[in-house]
């Protein structure tokens, strides 16, 4: 049984003092369906939404109102019946204390490291939430959208050597233009500013209740 978690990121690895702009927040999601099945159940359902909205396109955000709701009854579903698990973690720039984001720390500003550190942070995360045995099979897919050949070499690298996460059977890189599940994982993260921010209302936090936040500004 393979599973498959596809991961995609919010804001930017920059650092204003560095790059002159830069977004004020980094979130990244890990989206997980347990099975063939579960994904193929997910992506019927995402397929039927886009025909019958048509809107065949790839859209950045979610719903909004009621047909929030009914986009998200079946991944809810998915998720109730153990099929579906997500994850998230988040930090705010101006106060992080973590590696790898801050000029004046020793580690430096290297975006590259920030973001790997990022997607361990993400995965012991995940993995402390949704124990995994180790004889299961793991296909992650990351968004690979402006990634060149040697970060995408880097990044497995540094996963597959980290003895703090199992065994991934295939790291794979995907443009969510083409994958349907990674835009469903980039909708989701879209939305964690406002959750810690508490500028979203309270049906739609609600719905979105199945993400489980961590807080990594203070590591």
Same mark, same amino acid.
């Given at each position: ?17 560095? =790059? ?10 890990? +989206?997980?369906?347990?099975?063939? =099945? ?54 705010f720039k101006d106060r992080y204390s973590g590696p790898y984001l801050k000029p004046e720390l020793p580690t430096g ?18 993995f402390t939430q949704f124990p995994i045995t180790h004889r299961a099979r793991i296909n992650l897919i990351f968004d ?35 994958? +349907? ?18 500028? $979203?209302? $309270?049906?739609?936090?609600? +719905? ?5 936040l961590k807080n990594i500004t203070n590591i």
């Amino acid at each position: 049984m393979t599973n498959y978690i596809f991961i995609d990121e919010s804001g930017d690895p920059g650092n204003i003092l560095v =790059d002159g702009a830069s977004s004020k927040h980094y979130a990244e999601l890990a +989206l997980q369906l347990n099975n063939d =099945d579960s994904l193929s159940d997910f992506i019927a359902h995402i397929i039927n939404w886009k025909y019958v909205l048509g809107k065949p396109y790839e859209t950045k955000a979610l719903p909004k109102g009621d047909q929030c709701k009914r986009y998200l009854a079946p991944i809810l579903e998915l998720n109730y019946q153990g099929k579906l698990k997500c994850s998230c973690v988040y930090l705010f720039k101006d106060r992080y204390s973590g590696p790898y984001l801050k000029p004046e720390l020793p580690t430096g500003h290297k975006p590259l490291y920030f973001r790997n550190f990022i997607h361990k942070e993400l995965l012991e995360h995940h993995f402390t939430q949704f124990p995994i045995t180790h004889r299961a099979r793991i296909n992650l897919i990351f968004d690979d959208y402006r990634m060149h050949f040697k970060e995408v070499r880097n990044i497995e690298n540094y996963l597959q050597n980290n003895w703090n996460l199992p065994d991934f059977r295939r790291i794979i890189h995907a443009n969510s233009i083409s994958n +349907l599940a990674l835009q469903v994982a980039s909708q989701l993260v879209g939305t964690i500013n406002d959750i810690v921010l508490g500028t $979203i209302d $309270i049906e739609r936090r609600q +719905l979105l209740s199945f993400i489980v936040l961590k807080n990594i500004t203070n590591i």
